[in-house]
């Protein structure tokens, strides 16, 4: 009988060389890991402060909608570092009024620098 040489095989994240079951990529769980996290993270900072600004606007929202359909002036929002420029989505109502999310928060010019919030419910 003739017997085959196995392959050697080495680890996707350091190159040190595999043993164990064939179908094996990593020589470890920490280099799995490893490999994953850098693999499945923000690929650059701009999505990375576009994330952080929707969640500061998000925590904003949640704040001052305490009550349904709070109200809150233009001058509250900038104050706390809302950013006016980071939503999710937008929705013309009906009514003819614009709502803009972040996520499920959303917030509609009332009137005068005055914004009436909202939670959208799914």
Not at 90 to 97: F, I, M, R, S, Y
Not at 108 to 114: G, L, R
Request: hydrophobic letters at 30%; aromatic letters at 14%.
């Amino acid at each position: 009988m003739e017997t085959k040489d196995k392959e050697k095989r080495y680890c996707l994240n350091d190159g040190n060389e595999i043993v164990g079951r064939a179908g094996k990529l990593f020589c470890s769980d920490s280099c799995r890991n490893t490999y994953n996290n850098r693999q499945n993270k923000d690929a650059t900072n701009l999505v990375r402060n576009i994330n952080n600004r929707l969640r500061k606007n998000y925590r904003i929202l949640i704040e001052l909608n305490v009550v349904e359909n709070a109200k809150v002036e233009r001058k509250l929002l900038k104050k706390k570092g809302f950013d006016f420029e980071f939503f999710t989505s937008v929705l013309d109502a009906k009514t003819g009024n614009r709502y803009y999310f972040v996520y499920d928060q959303g917030y509609s010019e009332f009137k005068d620098d005055v914004f009436l919030l909202v939670k959208k419910e799914f």
